[in-house]
Nanobody
Framework: QVQLVESGGGLVQAGGSLRLSCAAS????????MGWFRQALGKEREFVAAISWSGGNTYYSDSVKGRFTMSRDNAKNTVYLQMNSMKPEDTAVYYC?????????????????????WGQGTQVTVSS
């Protein structure tokens, strides 16, 4: 069982930055990939970024590539999402997710169905 707790959301002006954190419970955090997703009001949940178990591989959606950076600190059981040059269209609830079913793989899933644990989400609002 893995529990994920996001933090760091809030209100920011367009062009500003925020850093989200996601703390995970358990002793096997360093063995599986993690992802960030977001869901805007009235829209489906969409993929934002993913990172491999070691942190050596990352993958981003086209909409955030070059602006967002995902990283992880396995010693702290935490993943991060640094969001720069933010836009009003980045407004959403952001969720972190864990893919514990596949360990020590470089595959970075982008679909929600592959991830088997989810956090409660943190609201990010970007004002214009």
């Amino acid at each position: 069982q893995v529990q994920l707790v996001e933090s760091g959301g809030g209100l920011v002006q367009a062009g500003g930055s925020l850093r989200l954190s996601c703390a995970a419970s358990g002793r096997t955090f360093s063995s599986y990939a993690m992802g960030w997703f977001r869901q805007a009001l009235g829209k489906e949940r969409e993929f934002v970024a993913a990172i491999s178990w070691s942190g050596g591989n990352t993958y981003y959606s086209d909409s955030v590539k070059g602006r967002f950076t995902m990283s992880r600190d396995n010693a702290k059981n935490t993943v991060y999402l640094q969001m720069n040059s933010m836009k009003p269209e980045d407004t959403a609830v952001y969720y972190c997710a864990a893919n514990t079913a596949a360990r020590y793989t470089l595959v970075l899933p982008t679909t929600t169905t592959v991830y088997n644990y989810w956090g409660q989400g943190t609201q990010v609002t970007v004002s214009s």
